[in-house]
């Protein structure tokens, strides 16, 4: 089993910061990717950055230039620093990994943490 706990979000004003983390937990060969979602309310759940075991990294193009996704693999965690907040960045933030488990790969998600950008 793999377990993913997010932590990071709350209430920050526009033009602020925040940054998420994502813990990654227990038994697999490795990850290949790792990602971050978003939902909104009344809206589907969006891809906002994911990065591969190589590092390659991808955005969405509402948060390119804004956020930054990384990882730190001694302590099994990926980031997103997110700067530049705008009201449109409200939603619940979720962590995915791709895992391999045995000879298959499979998806996991995190609870989900919320972002509230509010004045």
């Known amino acids: 089993q793999v377990q993913l706990v997010e932590s990071g979000g709350g209430l920050v004003q526009p033009g602020g910061s925040l940054r998420l983390s994502c813990l990654i937990s227990?038994?697999?060969?490795?990850?290949?990717?790792r990602a971050w979602y978003r939902q909104a309310p009344g809206k589907q759940r969006e891809l906002v950055a994911d990065i591969s075991s190589y590092n390659r990294t991808t955005y969405d193009t509402s948060v390119k230039g804004r956020f930054t996704i990384s990882m730190d693999n001694a302590k099994s965690t990926v980031y997103l620093q997110m700067n530049s907040l705008e009201p449109e960045d409200t939603a619940v933030y979720y962590c995915?990994?791709?895992?391999?488990?045995?000879?298959?790969?499979?998806?996991?998600w995190g609870q989900g943490t919320q972002v509230t950008v509010s004045s």
């Open positions: 995915k990994a791709v895992a391999r488990v045995g000879r298959q790969f499979f998806s996991y």
């Open positions: 227990g038994s697999f060969s490795s990850v290949e990717t």
